[in-house]
């Protein structure tokens, strides 16, 4: 089943769209809206929004791969995703958010989500996000465009996502990144470690997000 959902995907095509990501949402505001907190766990069918004001980040690395579970009617699917990570990361100003649709006698339900908002930035440590569209203004040292997605190290492939990853796929690394004005849409996040300063979490009824499309 693996085999024939990696043969279909048009990896020439995807590289095309693959762009720069930032892995800057909290695992504990993912672990939420998926019902987990783990280091591995099945996509809930919803993608979340993520907003910062700024991200610096070290050994960026980036590599096409795909998603799949679920949706909230119990259809099953799956995605292309571009799958971003960082050995370390520091953001600034960030914000996250995940409607639930259509809650008995509630309607829309919002989760919103915010950290590094005063003088301590949010530090995330061996994250990566499964990213679907993002928007930034970036800048990368020393990047290497165009390399075989098995050949990535610092932090390396993903060990879940292993069997969903072409190893001479596209992918793309870079010894540090700074990103500005994120808005970003994503599936999923994983991280060894996530520190999470001023943090504050509510649910609004209704649709409140971090950004609108």
């Not at 590094?116 to 679907?132: F, H, Q, R």
């Not at 992918?171 to 599936?187: D, F, I, P, T």
Request: net charge positive; hydrophobic share 40%; charged share 20%.
């Amino acid at each position: 089943m693996k085999s024939q959902v990696r043969g279909g995907t048009r990896w020439k095509r995807f590289a095309l769209v693959m762009v720069p990501s930032v892995a800057a949402t909290a695992a504990i505001g993912v672990g939420l809206a998926q019902g987990a907190l783990a280091a591995s766990f099945s996509i809930s069918g919803q993608e979340f929004k993520v907003k910062a004001k700024s991200l610096e980040g070290n050994d960026f690395v980036q590599y096409g791969s795909y998603v799949g579970g679920k949706d909230l009617k119990g259809k099953t699917f799956h995605e292309p995703v571009a799958v971003s990570g960082f050995s370390e990361a520091w953001i600034t100003d960030m914000c996250q958010s995940v409607v639930t649709p259509d809650v008995p006698f509630i309607g829309n339900v919002s989760l919103e989500l915010r950290a590094g908002t005063g003088k301590e930035k949010v530090y995330a440590k061996d994250i990566y996000l499964d990213v679907s569209s993002l928007k930034a203004d970036a800048e990368f040292s020393n990047i290497d465009i165009g390399v075989a997605a098995g050949a990535l190290k610092n932090p390396g492939i993903q060990p879940n996502t292993e069997d969903k990853v072409h190893p001479y796929g596209f992918a793309q690394r870079a010894k540090g990144a700074k990103l500005s004005n994120v808005e970003q849409k994503a599936w999923a996040t994983t991280a060894g470690t996530f520190k999470l300063p001023d943090l504050s979490l509510k649910l609004h009824k209704g649709t409140k997000e971090c950004f609108s499309e």
